[in-house]
T-cell receptor, first 117, second 115 residues
Framework: GAVVSQHPSRVICKSGTSVKIECRSL??????MFWYRQFPKQSLMLMAT?????????EQGVEKDKFLINHASLTLSTLTVTSAHPEDSSFYIC?????????????FGDGTRLSIL | AQSVTQLDSHVSVSEGTPVLLRCNYS??????LFWYVQHPNKGLQLLLK??????LVKGINGFEAEFKKSETSFHLTKPSAHMSDAAEYFCVVMDPRAGRRALTFGSGTRLQVQP
């Protein structure tokens, strides 16, 4: 089945550091990738939709200058949390969708647990 | 607008007994519906999907779900629970309109399986 690889799986860093998270589709071309944030014991909240070769579409309330998204190829999207602070600590999950029609399910990475000290 | 309501935040069953996780949806068009499972500190794995074909959908690991338009429900069932089924389950609705495939998640149901 379709595989999405997310790296790193865990990051612990100091406040003020910028952190980059990578999301790769390993066996299909992902025209669209999605970035989600999940707080403990809560559901996933969509942060932004990333289309290859164009600017990401951010959901209301998500700071685009804080969460930089780049989707430079059909197999790679990156999320950079700039100048991270403790309130940015969370579980970040990416997903990818191919181009085989609007009803195709999304395939998820294993997530990145970000802890800002 | 679309929304998803998972009626139970926690469900506890004994190993070998049936599982029922309830989901109701609201949508102004014909939705695509999914169930995903999340194990601790992991991403989401697709269990099954409904995309306007057969109303009874069979998924992986013995799970199935039935789409009932009259009740706007998409409940997930399994005849016999295994210990490995303990996880968080999300009911998800997708906007199938061209150009927009973001998902709306339910709040999740934590399934506990007692030995």
């Amino acid at each position: 089945g379709a595989v999405v690889s997310q790296h790193p799986s865990r990051v612990i860093c100091k406040s003020g550091t910028s952190v980059k998270i990578e999301c790769r589709s390993l066996d299909f071309q992902a025209t669209t990738m999605f970035w989600y944030r999940q707080f403990p014991k809560q559901s996933l909240m969509l942060m932004a939709t990333s289309n290859e070769g164009s600017k990401a579409t951010y959901e209301q309330g998500v700071e685009k200058d804080k969460f930089l998204i780049n989707h430079a190829s059909l197999t790679l999207s990156t999320l950079t949390v700039t100048s991270a602070h403790p309130e940015d600590s969370s579980f970040y999950i990416c997903s990818a969708a191919g181009d085989r029609g609007p009803n195709q399910p999304q395939h998820f990475g294993d997530g990145t647990r970000l802890s800002i000290l | 607008a679309q929304s998803v309501t998972q009626l139970d935040s926690h469900v506890s069953v004994s190993e070998g007994t049936p599982v029922l996780l309830r989901c109701n949806y609201s949508s102004s068009y014909s939705p695509s519906l999914f169930w995903y499972v999340q194990h601790p500190n992991k991403g989401l794995q697709l269990l099954l999907k409904y995309t306007s074909a057969a109303t009874l959908v069979k998924g992986i690991n013995g799970f199935e779900a039935e789409f009932k338009k009259s009740e706007t429900s998409f409940h997930l069932t399994k005849p016999s629970a295994h210990m490995s089924d303990a996880a968080e389950y999300f009911c998800v609705v997708m906007d199938p309109r061209a150009g927009r495939r973001a998902l709306t998640f339910g709040s999740g149901t934590r399934l506990q399986v007692q030995p």
